[in-house]
């Protein structure tokens, strides 16, 4: 997906990134992901999404969404992690979230102009998109697991 932020400012923001040689950037690719999928999932309430071009506030709440998600599964320890600053940085980019998507807060381009709210109905994004579908409701029995997703979720761990 990456929408909202991608693999370079990613390494911009944490130059760690750039010289560990066990991540590369499809497993970046991977997180973001996940974290835009989150994202998306609190805004579908107010806009269409995805939102592009991504203003300048969803960039940033994506990157730092993304590298705390980062940290605490690859590279920090607990304790690690809990003497960062990127527990506060997410908690701060979840609200912010919650306040664009709640309309508390205007979503602004980088323009400078003000991005409309949707009427209606919104899309819905997944983190699992790109995988065949695992469940279904109507008949379980039929439920699969996608041999690609669990590769893919072996391989960030």
Same mark, same amino acid.
């Given at each position: 997906?990456?929408?909202?932020? #991608? !693999?370079?400012? =990613?390494?911009? *923001?944490?130059?760690?990134? #750039?010289?560990?040689?066990? !991540?590369? &950037? ?7 992901? /996940?974290?835009?999928? !989150?994202?998306?999932?609190? =805004? ?8 592009? @071009?991504?203003?300048? !506030?969803?960039?940033?709440? /994506?990157?730092?969404? $993304?590298?705390?998600?980062? =940290? ?5 320890? *607990?304790?690690?992690? #809990? ?9 701060? &980019?979840?609200?912010?979230v919650?306040?664009?998507?709640s ?9 400078? $102009? ?6 209606? #109905? /919104?899309?819905?994004? +997944?983190?699992?998109? @790109? ?12 439920? +699969?697991?996608? @041999?690609e ?9």
């Amino acid at each position: 997906m990456a929408d909202y932020t #991608n !693999v370079t400012l =990613l390494k911009q *923001t944490l130059p760690m990134l #750039n010289s560990v040689t066990t !991540v590369q &950037s499809a497993d970046l690719a991977r997180v973001i992901t /996940a974290a835009e999928s !989150v994202m998306n999932a609190k =805004l579908a309430r107010t806009y269409t999404v995805p939102i592009v @071009p991504a203003p300048p !506030v969803l960039e940033t709440i /994506a990157t730092d969404l $993304t590298l705390y998600r980062l =940290l605490a599964m690859r590279f920090y320890t *607990t304790e690690q992690m #809990n003497n960062s600053v990127w527990p506060d940085r997410f908690k701060e &980019s979840m609200e912010l979230v919650d306040k664009i998507a709640s309309g508390e807060m205007p979503l602004i381009t980088g323009s400078g $102009t003000t991005v409309s709210a949707t009427v209606g #109905n /919104a899309a819905m994004y +997944s983190s699992t998109e @790109p995988y065949q579908q695992t469940m279904t409701e109507d008949c379980p029995e039929l439920s +699969s697991v996608d @041999p690609e997703k669990i590769i893919d979720t072996r391989a960030l761990r």
